[in-house]
């Protein structure tokens, strides 16, 4: 024995080396740990609020419109209530053209009134939804007392790790694994290095699926104190589309209950504009051609206003060139043939008030086939997720923000090229090569 502790000696030296060595990694590794579970709290918390901030953007594009046509809505429907008040035509003024100038000026109002209220009702259920996403399905991933003792490890806990692990010495577990260092030293046969080779890499990968298996095994705990899987977090570790994301799907399913009165809003909006255009451009035949016999000055404001209307629809609906012309047409001929009507009318001949008479049907014909018209062009149809919207109108593509209604209605199939999605679509290949 006592020839033996010269050797001893050595020994005793070097298990403590290897000992320090080990524990040192040990520690290291528990503080790597410790950071990195508290940067995936940070991370999954930033994450979730750019969900929250989606769910924000999306019902706020709502909300923003809404606020605007309702103060517009207000604004105009204020401004024919005036017409009714104190855009009274004189005593003289023909029966019919005070017919038509009421009934325009009061559709317009129907109208208005009617935008206002579906905007008020789209903006508060919007504001609604959004609250109870926020406040109950989409919160911020705040870390539990469980979960930050978690990630904390005690000192103590290196006398669990098992004595191989704690007295393990360097390198010379890889040497041993290395099947060319084994060739090389004579104990395998040249010819089974690739073998090998790929057996190694299998018990890395163990279940053989490819690249992401195999980066979840190398972050596996060498000290056996975790869980030989690394746990998926849903914030993190989706692959989904962006459109079939959790929030995502709960502000589609949100949308159904205040998207048409939305897209509604726009359509009285803009029907109420145009029929007030019509009631002005009667109120104007009244003014200036009966009362004033200014007959120019009738046909100049006609002219200004039927081209206004045409402008205003052309602008919010879409349609083909049949459609467009056959809209026109019912638009503009009610107020021009009741200016020819009032023309007449004003020589005061029987001659002037037979031809008068005999315009007066294709008048009311006319505007009864611009309601028509209109009824058409605000039908709904029915979209990929039920809803039933407008789609002929451009208003609701600006509604669609990913493209979720595309190619669900007939409008959207005859779209220009060169529209609002195709340029979307070349933006989004080109952030999906940039990230490439």
């Given at each position: 024995s006592f020839y033996a502790m010269p050797l001893a000696l050595p020994l005793l030296a070097a298990g403590d080396a290897l000992f320090d060595y080990n524990r040192d990694n040990f520690q290291y590794d528990r503080k790597m740990k410790l950071k990195r579970d508290y940067q995936l709290f940070s991370m999954k918390i930033r994450q979730a609020q750019l969900w929250r901030d989606d769910v924000r953007d999306i019902i706020e594009l709502t909300e923003r419109k809404m606020d605007i046509y309702g103060v517009v809505g207000a604004i105009l429907a204020a401004f024919c209530v005036g017409m009714f008040t104190e855009g009274r035509l004189e005593p003289g003024t023909p029966d019919w053209l005070m017919r038509l100038y009421l009934q325009a000026l009061s559709g317009g109002l129907i109208y208005l009134v009617a935008a206002v209220w579906l905007s008020m009702h789209a903006s508060v259920a919007a504001q609604s939804y959004k609250v109870r996403i926020l406040t109950q399905l989409v919160r911020l991933p705040i870390p539990t007392t469980a979960q930050l003792n978690g990630a904390r490890t005690w000192a103590q806990s290196v006398e669990q790790v098992s004595w191989t692990k704690l007295f393990r010495i360097p390198l010379l577990h890889r040497l041993l694994r290395?099947?060319?260092?084994?060739?090389?030293?004579?104990?395998?046969?040249?010819?089974?290095?690739?073998?090998?080779?790929?057996?190694?890499?299998?018990?890395?990968?163990?279940?053989?699926?490819?690249?992401?298996?195999?980066?979840?095994?190398?972050?596996?705990?060498?000290?056996?104190?975790?869980?030989?899987?690394?746990?998926?977090?849903?914030?993190?570790?989706?692959?989904?589309?962006?459109?079939?994301?959790?929030?995502?799907?709960?502000?589609?399913?949100?949308?159904?209950?205040?998207?048409?009165?939305?897209?509604?809003?726009?359509?009285?909006?803009?029907?109420?504009?145009?029929?007030?255009?019509?009631?002005?451009?009667?109120?104007?035949?009244?003014?200036?051609?009966?009362?004033?016999?200014?007959?120019?000055?009738?046909?100049?404001?006609?002219?200004?206003?039927?081209?206004?209307?045409?402008?205003?629809?052309?602008?919010?609906?879409?349609?083909?060139?049949?459609?467009?012309?056959?809209?026109?047409?019912?638009?503009?001929?009610?107020?021009?043939?009741?200016?020819?009507?009032?023309?007449?009318?004003?020589?005061?001949?029987?001659?002037?008030?037979?031809?008068?008479?005999?315009?007066?049907?294709?008048?009311?014909?006319?505007?009864?086939?611009?309601?028509?018209?209109?009824?058409?062009?605000?039908?709904?149809?029915?979209?990929?997720?039920?809803?039933?919207?407008?789609?002929?109108?451009?208003?609701?593509?600006?509604?669609?923000?990913?493209?979720?209604?595309?190619?669900?209605?007939?409008?959207?199939?005859?779209?220009?090229?060169g529209g609002f999605w195709e340029h979307q679509s070349l933006f989004v290949q080109q952030q999906e090569f940039e990230i490439q």
């Open positions: 290395d099947p060319r260092r084994q060739a090389a030293m004579g104990s395998v046969a040249p010819g089974r290095q690739d073998e090998l080779e790929a057996e190694a890499t299998a018990e890395f990968r163990e279940s053989g699926d490819g690249q992401d298996d195999f980066a979840e095994a190398t972050v596996e705990d060498p000290w056996g104190l975790e869980d030989s899987r690394t746990k998926e977090s849903y914030e993190l570790d989706t692959d989904e589309q962006f459109h079939n994301l959790r929030h995502i799907k709960l502000v589609r399913e949100a949308q159904q209950y205040y998207q048409a009165h939305d897209a509604f809003a726009r359509v009285c909006m803009s029907m109420g504009m145009v029929q007030c255009c019509m009631g002005i451009c009667y109120y104007t035949t009244g003014y200036a051609l009966i009362e004033d016999g200014a007959p120019w000055a009738a046909y100049a404001s006609n002219t200004i206003l039927l081209t206004l209307a045409c402008i205003l629809v052309s602008l919010d609906v879409v349609m083909d060139r049949n459609e467009t012309l056959a809209a026109r047409i019912l638009l503009c001929t009610g107020p021009v043939v009741s200016l020819v009507a009032a023309t007449t009318w004003g020589q005061y001949t029987k001659a002037g008030s037979l031809i008068c008479w005999m315009l007066l049907p294709v008048v009311f014909f006319a505007q009864a086939g611009w309601l028509a018209m209109s009824l058409y062009l605000a039908k709904v149809d029915r979209c990929s997720d039920g809803q039933a919207l407008p789609t002929k109108f451009r208003s609701v593509l600006y509604l669609d923000v990913f493209g979720w209604l595309r190619g669900s209605g007939r409008a959207f199939q005859r779209r220009a090229p």
